[in-house]
């Protein structure tokens, strides 16, 4: 358990007066727009976080180090609820909406419920990554009442079987349909996410998600190696691709796109194709400026490929940011936001050059050539973005 960290400043309220301050009423949608365009012109939009809760996990997968059978329990680590309230209260200050709870798998952490209510009083919109594994129809509406805004559930196949196999998890796709029953009776939907791994067919899983009850998917680029502390890859044969089969895999995705709703923009997926073939990149990563990875010792990493934390999370602030056009990985979380998010941050950077007065830069920010990809592939995932 993460407990021996230094609280954030003297100048904050005890825990429980935190935990206990609620809002008379939501904040309106008219006051959201605003923040986020403040923040457009402040720092290059909303950030977000991968908050990574727990590092521990009760499925088995053949493509994660996280699995139950690699990763012994005694080694589990756990954020505790102080600690977690903190960093939330560090997160929205430094320009985060968007948080993101994974492990591990985060529904075994017992206060998750109490972050995801703290975080969406701030106007943080959340969203829980979850094999589904434990969901009931209590825990979904507790976590929905809370103010979770979504889940992504995983599914590693378009069978049945194969994913549950993989998973080791015997009957977590009926609790994937019931989960996403319950979801669409309350107004709210989940996203599939599917790793691109040796496991999917492709030409099958529409059908299958449609019949688990998902209306989008987002895929997860293999992963064969992180440098961080995230456990979530493997170096086994169901994520190793040669060049040529990976990139076919991207344009099988594309081709997805005709038939059922893939969250991953086209752009980003003709960006991994150039990246696998060793082309240069058009878009560069946003990781460690707009977006970040937080551990569950509240460590700070640009991402969950980079080989060293940039701070602890009491130390975060604009100081730390990173922005060299990094373009290392192919982490889909970060790359694909980052493509979306590119028309934002030249946006700020337009605004920042016309207060000093450099008009001739205000006029380079604003016609960067990848721009206009950045504004194609907002408009194309915007269905999706306007759930949240």
Known sequence: MTSQL?????????????LSVKRDRPISKSAGALDTLKLVFQSGGPGFCQFAINSACNANCGFCNF????????????VGLEAGIDAI???YREGIRYLVFTGGEPTLHPHLTDFIRYSSQLNIKCIVVTNAGILTPAKIHE???AGLSSFI???DAADQEVHERNRGLPGVCDKIQQANQILDE?????TASVTMSHLVDYEALPDFLTKLGFKSVV??????????????????GLVTHTEDSLWEAYEKVKNLKKRFTVVNPTLSLEEMQRFVRDEEQKYACLAGYRFFFLDWNLQMWRCHYWHEPMCSIYEFDSSKL????CTKCMINCYRDSSLMQTIAVSVHDAYQSAKKGQFGDMIKALTRKENIGSLQAVIEELPWILRF
């Open 322 to 325: 990173v922005r060299d056009g």
């Open 186 to 190: 309350i107004g709210m939907s989940a």
């Open 143 to 145: 976590l929905t009442e």
């Open 89 to 91: 209260d560090i997160l």
């Open 67 to 78: 699995a139950r059978d690699r990763f012994p329990q005694e080694e589990w680590q756990f």
């Open 219 to 236: 895929f997860s680029y293999p992963l064969t190696k992180l440098d961080s502390n995230f456990r979530a890859f493997s170096d086994d």
């Open 6 to 18: 230094p609280k954030i400043s003297e100048t904050l309220s005890p825990l429980q007066s935190r």
């Open 153 to 155: 559930i995983s599914v």
